[in-house]
């Protein structure tokens, strides 16, 4: 077991007897992700019944690592781990200085840390409450967001994996979805994805799944159209790989003149 997560689990135990916090066997957990300071928002967020145990990696990106783990009522959550010393911090400030809703985000580590959390938090709470497909979100404490966990299928309990290790069977179909996600993104949420790829979109019960909404910026920052466009142009990619040949000039009419 990784002396990091060892040192949580002993410490998790004096909190409160009934938590638990374990490392996966098969995946070696990082020192960069269990920092002392996110061990302890790992702490708080245990005892207020959010995690009851924590198992494998899901995944592991540039940013952040996301675990698979279950709550205090045995259901299965995605806890996402944002890494303080891999995070790009000139880009993040980029994408929150356009942001009115975090107007006094600091300049400090660790509250750049938190405001691009709750950034995260904040936009898949506005995608979820239009119902679009995004993982619902929980929680967030400072470098930590908990979310909804998603699974391949209700039989295939594995997690839901993104586009890019998969062959769909129903291409148009998802294609057709991802763009009226980019579609009610943009028209009702007032907000442009900026990073979206077959990289970070899930398949889940047969319908792609949006994540990685960190750096969604809203429609008012002066950035958007090109982000947009940058969006539509890697869906439009994507397809492609699946002989579907998407419109990028009618894509893009259809979601501007809306």
């Known amino acids: 077991m990784n002396r990091h997560f060892h040192d949580a689990d002993n410490q998790m135990r004096k909190l409160e007897e009934t938590k638990r916090l374990k490392s996966s066997e098969d995946k070696q957990v990082s020192s960069e992700v269990f920092d002392d300071r996110t061990l302890k928002v790992l702490y708080k967020l245990a005892k207020q019944g959010y995690i009851n145990t924590l198992n494998g990696v899901i ?10 783990g279950y709550d205090d009522d045995e259901l299965p959550v995605a806890v996402k ?26 300049n400090k580590t660790r509250q750049i840390i938190n405001t691009w959390t709750q950034k995260e938090f904040k ?28 699974d391949y299928s209700d039989d295939d309990h594995t997690a839901a994996p993104p586009l890019n290790k998969i062959k769909l069977e129903n291409p148009s179909v998802v294609f057709d979805e991802i763009i009226d ?16 790829s077959r990289y970070n979109i899930l398949y889940s019960h047969n319908h792609p799944y949006i994540i990685d909404l960190s750096q969604a910026t809203l429609t008012s920052n002066p950035s958007s159209r090109m982000l947009l466009e940058r969006d539509v ?10 002989k579907i040949k998407l419109d990028f000039d009618e894509i893009m009419n259809r979601i501007l003149k809306r």
């Open 59 to 68: 995944s592991t990106g540039k940013e952040a690592n996301v675990f698979y």
């Open 81 to 106: 781990i944002y890494r303080v010393m891999t995070l790009d911090f000139k880009k993040i400030k980029k994408y929150i200085a356009g942001d009115p809703r975090f107007k006094t985000h600091g």
């Open 123 to 150: 936009n898949l709470g506005r995608l979820y409450n239009l119902g679009l497909k995004v993982p619902q979100p929980y929680t967030s404490n400072e470098n930590v967001l908990i979310m909804q966990y998603l």
């Open 181 to 196: 996600f980019i579609d009610v993104c943009y028209n009702e949420a007032d907000l442009v994805h900026g990073d979206l």
């Open 233 to 242: 142009k890697n869906i439009c990619y994507d397809a492609s790989r699946y």
